[in-house]
């Protein structure tokens, strides 16, 4: 069982930075990949990064990629996605999720926190 929330979301002008972070709780947190995604009003849940247990691996959408980066450290069990040169399309409700296996699809993830919004605006 793995418990997760995410915090670190907000307001920021177009070109500016945020870094998001995922809690987890639970014995066997390290054993998990963790993804995060996000959900603009009236849209699908989209994926944006996720990184494996190890941390070794990470993987980005491609409208995030060299924008985004994906951390963890397992020590303090928390996951952290730093955001530079934000964009207005980034705007959306985003969630960080946990699942044994890497996976860039939002179904295939069982644990999910309750979300952080992030508004960008330009």
């Known amino acids: 069982q793995v418990q997760l929330v995410e915090s670190g979301g907000g307001l920021v002008q177009a070109g500016g930075s945020l870094r998001l972070s995922c809690a987890a709780s639970?014995?066997?947190?390290?054993?998990?990949?963790v993804g995060w995604f996000r959900q603009a009003p009236g849209k699908d849940r989209d994926f944006v990064s996720a990184?494996?247990?190890?941390?070794?691996?990470?993987i980005y959408a491609d409208s995030v990629k060299g924008r985004f980066t994906i951390s963890r450290d397992n020590a303090k069990k928390t996951i952290y996605l730093q955001m530079n040169s934000l964009k207005p399309e980034d705007t959306g409700v985003y969630y960080c999720?946990?699942?044994?296996?890497?996976?860039?699809?939002?179904?295939?993830?069982?644990?999910w926190g309750q979300g952080t919004q992030v508004t960008v605006s330009s």
């Open positions: 999720a946990a699942r044994r296996g890497l996976s860039t699809t939002s179904s295939a993830y069982r644990y």
């Open positions: 639970g014995p066997t947190f390290s054993n998990y990949a």
């Open positions: 990184i494996t247990s190890s941390g070794i691996v990470p």
